[in-house]
DNA sequence: CTGTTAGCGCATTCAG
DNA sequence: CTGAATGCGCTAACAG
């Protein structure tokens, strides 16, 4: 506890410390934005014992309305509870701690109006940045913000008719890499599941990378939207892909699933469980992209993306702009890695 | 896009509508602040043009900065990781937003040194009040904010010495009920795995209640500490853990592994996949206190807590005190849900 | 019903 | 080297 804290209500402000050090406002002002050097000695012993006295701190919100800039940052994430989120934000967190802002999280849980909803929130506050992982917002949302002149960065996914900054995984690279693992372990049919594509990008671009890669190597295969959002169309999906399944078995082809994240993966792994049992993965093959803390321990073949770097370039590129930078829009696609683990492997099926 | 939105650069202020409105200031904030039927009609409709023509956002820096409140609050978390968390936070947020708050998410990876600047930082952005799910800081550091009138309400765990709210989940009669459905299924001896308990309030109050519950039921057990951070002692602790089972089964007495938390569940259930393969649960049966995604699909038994609850409860208790009430500090002590799967069933093992 | 005035806590000229 | 004065965007008295 600081000594005599006995002023138990209201915060020490610049005035108090002036006063108990007996001195002006502006010398405690330099003091805290070090410009040491510029104080007498015995001027900064006075000023430091009045903040350790007063447990003195510097109001952000004051400092930001004068300065132009209070170092916040916004990062709007679809879904918290898919662990590709948290891991980027890891990746953003130790940026912003890097260069000094402090990120302001929105989670809007997969509600696009929420999302609209923080956007303005974000900008109500005067972060000096934004960074975008978004479900649906539209461009003209943006778009607001962007002609504000606050910088954004996209995350995993582009939005139409917005050009900005963005990064994320390099889809196409992955995808393919994937079905050539599939293709060389030697399955004779894949079956892409994917959550409604159309209005996200990197969805789409997996989708078309998936066709465009098996038309390339002449393997057989098809694409299967699973809506997770929807019991009723995510069963009727699952019990498509049952069909299929049973149908290659029985042509003694052999097929492996490939799904474009994990939350897919995970449903499709609960359904194959309930449907055949424990040792499910007997029967049929699972990969997917996104290396969920699970896929270790089902043994689950998987793309890892570089999350953890995926979030620090955002920051990066961020940062950039807000000092100014100004150059055309890039676009960052970082390489995935293909965690190889028995569920995709020869013997195994 | 708004209409002939010039004004690319610096936000429009409060000052240019009601120049624009050919009014006052005073009025906009009228306006803002719904005080409406105080402004003849002809005025709100002037403003209401203003404010959109400009697109107009009112600066919550500055209005915080008069007013004295920003309706900020903190949110630290020592690990988004643990799914608990994230569920812990999306109460937090449906309940800030009911309430009209806006969460600053402080993500502390399990650094002590990170979250005591965090707590810092949220001092100098002038929070209204606190929540807190913290590995290691100190009474003293929250005492600083706590004294200078910031309240703050603990989850999860408690901190020696400090007094103040809190909410989690009610682990000793958790532990008992798992421990209870062990014995009915005829386990002979248990073992409990935790991460270091000493510090950790939640992780100690479980530990004490295992030993109780086992010592109450005349059931055979004991604990083993899992530090999670630690490979080398980790190791051990695994090996230790195999050597009760070896032992036991040459005995022929039946034993089940109990988790403290889903993260610890995680190393021990890879670890015996390491060991006995794939089917490893037929060689061990495990079980754990927090619900996590996996458990499903591993078929695990585990303690769902009401984490979504126990966030809502936590912004209800910090809006309490910072709408000024005064009253001794609450414990809120939530009830956990015992999920049985087939990992702890007897037939099973 | 409406506008004027005076700060909120701080950083920045500009003079000593 | 130091301090007094000014204003960031906004709200809250206080007058009209």
């Known amino acids: 506890m600081p000594k005599d804290n006995f002023s138990t209500e209201r915060r020490a402000t610049i005035t108090d410390v002036a006063r108990e050090a007996g001195t002006g406002k502006t010398s405690i002002s330099r003091y805290l934005n070090g410009e040491t050097g510029v104080l007498s000695t015995d001027l900064r012993e006075r000023i430091e014992e009045a903040i350790a006295k007063l447990d003195y701190r510097p109001n952000q919100m004051a400092r930001g309305l004068k300065r132009g800039r209070n170092r916040l940052i916004g990062m709007l994430l679809a879904d918290l509870t898919n662990p590709y989120s948290v891991e980027v934000l890891q990746g953003v ?3 912003c701690h890097a260069f000094g802002y402090m990120p302001l999280i929105c989670h809007a ?8 909803r923080y956007l303005q929130l974000l900008s109500t506050y005067r972060v000096e940045g934004v960074i975008v992982n978004a479900l649906g917002v539209k461009e003209e949302t943006l778009e607001t913000l962007a002609s504000g002149g606050v910088p954004v960065v996209l995350v995993d996914r582009s939005i139409d008719g917005l050009v900005t900054d963005m990064v994320g995984l390099d889809n196409t690279a992955a995808v393919a890499a994937a079905i050539r693992h599939l293709d060389e372990q030697g399955f004779d049919e894949l079956v892409f599941v994917v959550q409604p594509f159309t209005h996200v990008s990197s969805r789409r671009v997996r989708e078309t990378a998936f066709r465009d890669t098996i038309g390339a190597l002449g393997v057989s295969g098809a694409t299967v939207v699973l809506d997770l959002d929807d019991d009723k169309l995510a069963a009727e999906a699952l019990a498509g892909i049952d069909t299929r399944i049973g149908e290659n078995r029985q042509r003694n082809r052999r097929i492996a699933l490939f799904a474009a994240n994990a939350p897919v993966a995970l449903r499709v792994a609960l359904h ?5 049992g424990a040792a499910w993965q007997r029967h049929v093959a699972l990969m997917c992209i996104d290396d969920s803390e699970w896929a270790e321990l089902a043994g689950m073949t ?3 993306q570089p999350t953890y770097t995926i979030g620090e370039r ?3 590129f961020l940062h950039e702009r807000i000092e100014g930078a100004v150059m055309a829009p890039r676009e960052c696609l970082l390489p995935g ?3 190889v683990r ?3 492997l020869a013997g195994n099926i």
């Open 314 to 316: 955002a920051v990066e």
């Open 302 to 304: 998987t793309v890892r």
């Open 93 to 95: 967190e130790a940026a």
């Open 337 to 339: 890695e293909l965690v």
């Open 272 to 276: 194959m469980k309930e449907r055949h």
């Open 342 to 344: 028995t569920s995709t």
């Open 109 to 116: 849980a997969n509600e696009v109006d929420l999302e609209r």
